[in-house]
């Protein structure tokens, strides 16, 4: 068993595809497979794949209903004991970045592995060495810079296909929340994100999956989650930072909501 797999989705993006299929085969770490899924692209990603297809374990081209059901197909597909999700238009850092990842991570038993990112216009999103449920409701890390023990998907479920572009980010949250997997900062930097892909956008539609995502995670806390979404500078927030103990949540909740009763109260009399 190889112990990374390496997956690559890909629609009709036939330059970025092949710039993170060359920043894959030149690795100097050979202890990987490399896996290709194409949602039927017309625009001759199938031949870039076919012209590299010495270095790929297992592509296909085939329709898919959505980005995270072509990674589900290749988790499906992968033997890795971890996997590294670098959708076309992504690409690794240098030739060194896999071996240097492992020989980071030699001995290390965490679950999860992440770094800073490197956008394409060489901008970096740093992000801290000790996650809390704070950030990870706000922003979270990105999966073309995460190795994730495949066991995690096999066990625990495969990424929500209902959700369009935030099923990673529920994904991450459940297994920081419920499961309680190890999350661990590394140094060494694993890829360059495309800024331009679907991670990136921002609309309404996000915060309505991010609602889902929230009901999905936290159940009979999600009300409080999202309420909290929407006042951040409050005790009740602070609290939660490093809290997950759902009395002490809820009995915060009722606090900051009797101290915003009463200050909106006062403000209304020095309105008047």
């Known amino acids: 068993m190889k112990i990374l797999s390496i997956i690559t989705i890909n629609k009709n993006n036939a330059v970025g595809l092949k710039k993170t299929i060359q920043s894959v085969i030149c690795q100097t770490?050979?202890?990987?497979?490399?896996?290709?899924?194409?949602?039927?692209?017309?625009?001759?990603?199938?031949?870039?794949?076919?012209?590299?297809?010495?270095?790929?374990n297992y592509w296909i081209s085939e329709p898919d209903t959505g980005i995270y059901n072509a990674m589900n197909k290749g988790i499906l597909k992968a033997q890795g004991e971890y996997c590294l999700f670098l959708n076309s238009g992504d690409w690794l850092v240098s030739p060194e970045t896999i071996d240097n990842v492992f020989r980071e991570i030699s001995g290390n038993p965490s679950d999860i592995f992440y770094s800073?990112?490197?956008?394409?216009?060489?901008?970096?999103?740093r992000y801290p060495n000790k996650l809390t449920i704070d950030f990870l409701l706000n922003t979270s890390i990105s999966h073309q810079?995460?190795?994730?023990?495949r066991s995690l998907f096999l066990?625990?479920?495969?990424?929500?296909?209902?959700?369009?572009i935030s099923s990673d980010k529920e994904f991450f949250l459940s297994e920081f929340w419920k499961?309680?997997?190890?999350?661990?900062?590394?140094?060494?930097?694993i890829a360059f994100f495309d800024i331009h892909g679907i991670g990136s956008q921002k609309s309404k539609a996000r915060f309505a999956e991010h609602v889902i995502?929230?009901?999905?995670v936290f159940q009979e806390l999600a009300n409080m989650v999202i309420e909290n979404h929407n006042f951040r500078n409050t005790i009740y927030y602070y609290i939660m930072m490093d809290s997950a103990d759902t009395k002490l949540l809820i009995c915060s909740l009722r606090i900051y909501r009797m101290l915003f009763k009463i200050a909106k109260h006062?403000?209304?009399?020095?309105?008047n």
């Open 116 to 125: 800073d990112r490197i956008n394409c216009n060489n901008t970096i999103v």
């Open 155 to 164: 066990e625990h479920g495969l990424y929500n296909e209902e959700l369009r």
């Open 266 to 271: 006062i403000f209304s009399i020095f309105k």
């Open 29 to 56: 770490y050979t202890d990987f497979e490399y896996i290709i899924i194409d949602g039927v692209s017309e625009d001759g990603s199938v031949e870039i794949i076919r012209k590299y297809i010495d270095n790929i």
């Open 213 to 216: 995502v929230y009901k999905n």
């Open 179 to 189: 499961y309680k997997s190890v999350f661990y900062h590394i140094d060494t930097n």
């Open 145 to 149: 810079n995460t190795l994730i023990k």
